[in-house]
């Protein structure tokens, strides 16, 4: 059923009766700038990651090495013990692929869809993760399970924010053995 | 269970700033598109007026909300009121100070059961009072964009 038919109350506007200022109209943008106090452990996440590096918090009740990290056990009811760094690498948990921008404007015939993921970090319990975009990977290659790497700011650019990863991208298999080699720190 | 980590600096808080972009625009509806564009092509005020529960609506409703009757009788109620309450602001919404106090009011419109919030000009803080005749100071009309800012506000009458 096509809108135009429906038996519905009310006065329907088109885009070009407000392009063409055919009704009247007031506009009003509101200030709804905030500052989020971060705690303690996300605190501390987001200035590790200033330092290119990922932090967890681990449970020694229920052993969970736990990401993002956080001061209290929802599972035990307890506070958390100890800090742990875990790997900036990880698999594929879910995706999604995107072909609207944050604010649902289409993406341009150039530019490639965006991958959403969630990402199980190495190092911390499994299910454990965060949620980031990939890239350097086609919406047809992506898949559940792949490994990726992240792929930092430069330092000098680090901000301290989640974006201090610009995205994570595919561990290819010359790569993965290069980056084992490469892995002890 | 005792405190796991104590803070010993007060530089150790961190907070994160952010912004929600959020920006609407508004439609005036069927009786306030009728208002405003009196407002804005004839500098004067529409009402909607119900016989039958002797109420006459300022700003104009297209129905009763007494007796729920649709309302499609605009009436020309011109610009003169009386003031019902003021309150006189010294600061803007962001909290900075006020070049000049403003005195906000609800304005009666005579003749109606309703009425405008806008600013008094060209009245002290000493004269102000309670049902103090006023009258609706316009733009001039090449300025008016139908809306809520093309009256100044009220001023007295002389």
């Known amino acids: 059923m096509k809108l135009e038919d429906c038996k519905l109350g009310g006065t329907h506007l088109k885009s070009s009766d407000f392009e063409k200022c055919k009704i009247l109209t ?10 989020w106090d971060d705690g303690v452990a996300i605190g501390r996440y987001l200035a590790e990651l200033k330092e290119g590096k990922i932090i967890a918090r681990v449970c020694h009740e229920c052993r969970r090495i736990m990401l993002p990290p956080r001061m209290f056990c929802e599972l035990c009811f307890r506070p958390t013990d100890e800090w742990a760094y875990v790997q900036d690498t990880g698999v594929v948990n879910t995706f999604s692929i995107a ?10 015939p150039n530019e490639p869809p965006l991958i959403p993921a969630v990402i199980e970090i190495d190092g911390a319990t499994k299910g ?24 930092w700011k430069k330092p000098e650019d680090r901000t301290g924010a989640i974006t201090d990863i610009l995205y994570f991208k595919p561990i290819r298999a010359a790569a993965s053995k ?7 720190r | 269970m005792a405190i796991t980590e104590r803070m010993t600096k007060t530089t150790t808080p961190t907070y994160w700033e952010g912004e929600i972009p959020v920006r609407y625009v508004y439609t005036f509806g069927l009786a306030g598109e009728k208002f405003f564009r009196a407002i804005m092509e004839k500098g004067t005020f529409l009402a909607t007026r119900c016989d ?19 309302l499609d009788t605009f009436v020309d109620v011109g610009t003169v009121g009386h003031v019902d309450t003021f309150t006189v602001t010294f600061k803007n919404m962001d909290g900075s100070d006020k070049e000049r106090p403003r ?23 000493e004269d102000v009072a309670l049902g103090l005749p006023v009258k609706a100071i316009f733009k001039p009309k090449a300025q008016r964009k139908g809306g809520i800012e093309d009256i100044i506000g009220f001023g007295p009458i002389d």
């Open chain 1, 26 to 35: 007031t506009e009003w943008k509101p200030n709804l700038g905030y500052a």
């Open chain 1, 99 to 108: 072909r609207v921008n944050w604010d649902a404007s289409r993406r341009g």
């Open chain 1, 128 to 151: 454990m993760g965060i949620l980031h975009m990939l890239a350097e990977v086609g919406p047809d290659d992506v898949k559940i399970g792949m490994k990726v790497r992240a792929v």
């Open chain 1, 178 to 184: 290069k980056a084992a080699a490469g892995k002890k």
């Open chain 2, 52 to 70: 039958a529960c002797d109420v006459t609506f300022l700003p104009p409703k297209i129905y009763c909300d007494r007796c729920f009757e649709a």
């Open chain 2, 103 to 125: 005195i906000l009011a609800m304005v009666r419109i005579d003749g109606t059961d309703g009425g405008i919030i806008h600013y008094l000009e060209g009245i002290s803080i």
